[in-house]
């Protein structure tokens, strides 16, 4: 045999060598890693079995574990804070309506602003809504209002003339603050 055969058998019995040793040591950690974690799972179910019956024990896991989580829940007390401040109410009070729970003719009417004033169909909705509701209470006709509405602010709720009208029939607050008062001052305009 010559040189370059030898040392060509030589490499092979390395190789074949290395890769017998890499699989074993592959398989033997598997094989630890495996026990190992059964192992973890009976001391984890010996403790729990062991914990149950001491009553002072679990009474002192029991304990940590509230405080951990009472401590977690002051953390997040100052979002709950702002969420006791607002009303619970407002959600009633929604700004938007479906279009599609209105009437046939206040639907009607509501799609024809939204797209004539490209505004959202939801908050004309409840516009139409209301000045449907206001109009039969006071003999006036619903589609009056919206005209004014329209025509003073092109139904923007935050429109304000140069003269200090505002909101949507543009009234002028500062001479009539007194009106507003029941409804929480003059900002009820908008």
């Given at each position: 045999?010559?040189?370059?055969?030898?040392?060509?058998?030589?490499?092979?019995?390395?190789?074949?060598?290395?890769?017998?040793?890499?699989?074993?040591?592959?398989?033997?950690?598997?094989?630890?890693?495996?026990?190992?974690?059964?192992?973890?799972?009976?001391?984890?179910?010996?403790?729990?079995?062991?914990?149950?019956?001491?009553?002072?024990?679990?009474?002192?896991?029991?304990?940590?574990?509230?405080?951990?989580?009472?401590?977690?829940?002051?953390?997040?007390?100052?979002?709950?804070?702002?969420?006791?401040?607002?009303?619970?109410?407002?959600?009633?009070?929604?700004?938007?309506?479906?279009?599609?729970?209105?009437?046939?003719?206040?639907?009607?009417?509501?799609?024809?602003?939204?797209?004539?004033?490209?505004?959202?169909?939801?908050?004309?909705?409840?516009?139409?809504?209301?000045?449907?509701?206001?109009?039969?209470?006071m003999s006036l006709d619903p589609t009056l209002i919206l005209a004014v509405m329209a025509v003073?602010?092109s139904f923007n709720p935050f429109a304000q003339s140069p003269v200090g009208a505002q909101g949507?029939?543009?009234?002028?607050?500062?001479?009539?603050?007194?009106?507003?008062?029941?409804?929480?001052?003059?900002?009820?305009?908008?």
């Amino acid at each position: 045999m010559t040189a370059i055969a030898t040392l060509r058998a030589a490499a092979s019995a390395c190789i074949e060598s290395s890769r017998v040793f890499v699989r074993d040591v592959g398989a033997g950690l598997l094989e630890v890693s495996h026990n190992t974690l059964a192992l973890v799972g009976l001391c984890v179910v010996a403790v729990s079995l062991f914990a149950a019956g001491r009553d002072e024990l679990r009474l002192a896991v029991e304990q940590r574990a509230l405080d951990w989580l009472q401590a977690r829940q002051e953390a997040r007390e100052p979002a709950d804070e702002l969420t006791a401040l607002a009303e619970p109410d407002a959600v009633a009070r929604a700004t938007a309506v479906d279009p599609k729970a209105l009437p046939r003719q206040q639907a009607a009417v509501a799609g024809w602003l939204a797209r004539r004033y490209k505004v959202a169909p939801e908050p004309v909705s409840r516009l139409v809504q209301e000045a449907w509701s206001v109009g039969q209470r006071m003999s006036l006709d619903p589609t009056l209002i919206l005209a004014v509405m329209a025509v003073e602010s092109s139904f923007n709720p935050f429109a304000q003339s140069p003269v200090g009208a505002q909101g949507l029939m543009q009234v002028m607050t500062r001479v009539h603050d007194d009106k507003y008062e029941a409804f929480g001052g003059i900002r009820a305009a908008f």
